[in-house]
């Protein structure tokens, strides 16, 4: 074993996204300063951590942050996204907690390579940990219709596994997903999405992701969804759900200006709840908010 001395450690923090208590939710690695690290050097820490995402905060000056947000860069484990939900939440969180100068402040604004996002919390009642908090993300751009059969067999179900009165739609507030509504939670609860298949199907289209929902039976105004890409899944996704408001507002299957929950993460074992909200005026779409419970679960150290 080497004795020789590193040439940088790099301090980061663990959080849970979406989570109501430690150990739910969707996991989120932060490294506090990123300042001088290469897209490449980001790109092999994020494979590291090893989870969903991993973000890179890049500190400026005080005055620029307060006029421009905080930067921050995004990764999964094979590459960089422009914006993300729980890592967007998860970041803000975090900063509300540690910046020298925003901490504890009701809003806080992140600067990400698809634009700037903002981030409100509110104080926890006695007995919640963690914060909560709440991000507007962009108006939702509605894109193609899908036909039910081929999504079906690029989920690997049968068409009547989909939900009939509801298409399969191209949505993106800032990460373009593909809604799909399922006719009920047991055919989400069996979704075994093989990436090979799906990977083909999506690289014809205008979607990057397929993002599943299905009617909850234990709870009104809630769905379950799913989302499994690469070789895994994802316990929450902030992103693909306020598509996923956006689609069932624009559809008048979900409420305009109502909150709803999105549960992900139940057949992982890491059970997440997703407040989403949009608002119907006329034809369009607009008003999208997410949020959640983020809670603070681990810090260290990598040696660069």
């Known amino acids: 074993m080497s004795n020789s001395t590193p040439q ?3 301090f980061w923090s663990q ?7 430690a150990y739910e939710g969707n996991m989120l690695a932060i490294f506090h300063d990123g300042t001088g690290l290469s897209t490449a050097q980001m790109q092999s820490l994020a494979r590291e951590t090893n989870l969903s995402e991993t ?12 006029r421009e947000g905080v930067q921050v860069r995004i990764f999964t484990t094979q590459e960089e996204l422009p914006f993300a939900g729980h890592p967007t939440l998860g970041t803000a969180s975090w900063l509300y907690w540690n910046h020298p100068v925003l901490r504890g402040s009701s809003k806080i604004r992140l600067r990400l390579k698809a634009g700037v996002i903002e981030v409100k919390f509110k104080p926890s009642a006695e007995g919640e940990q963690g914060i909560y908090g709440e991000m507007q993300q962009f108006d939702p751009v509605f894109g193609s219709s899908h036909s039910r059969a081929a999504v ?4 690997g179900l049968l068409p009547e596994d989909l939900d009939q009165s509801l298409e399969p739609q191209t949505v993106s507030t800032g990460m373009a997903f593909c809604i799909v509504a399922l006719r009920d939670q047991s055919v989400l609860s069996r979704l075994m999405i093989s990436s090979d298949r799906s990977t ?11 993002y599943c929902v299905a009617r909850s039976e234990s709870e009104p105004d809630a769905w379950r969804a799913r989302m499994q890409f690469y ?8 992103s693909a759900a306020g598509c996923a408001v956006s689609y069932l507002v624009r559809h008048a299957v979900a409420p305009s200006g109502t909150p709803i929950a999105f549960k992900q993460g139940i057949e992982m074992l890491r059970p997440s709840r ?5 608002t119907l005026v006329e034809d369009r779409v607009g ?15 990598f040696f660069l």
């Open 274 to 278: 997703i407040t989403a909200r949009a």
């Open 152 to 155: 079906a067999e690029a989920l």
């Open 15 to 21: 959080v849970d996204v979406f989570a109501e208590r």
């Open 55 to 66: 973000t890179f905060i890049l500190p400026q000056d005080v005055e620029t942050e307060a």
């Open 231 to 238: 070789n895994g899944e994802d316990p929450a996704t902030g």
């Open 8 to 10: 940088r450690e790099l």
């Open 287 to 301: 008003k999208v908010f997410i949020g959640g419970r983020t809670i603070h679960v681990a810090k260290g150290r």
């Open 200 to 210: 083909r199907y999506l690289a014809g289209t205008d979607a990057k992701f397929f």
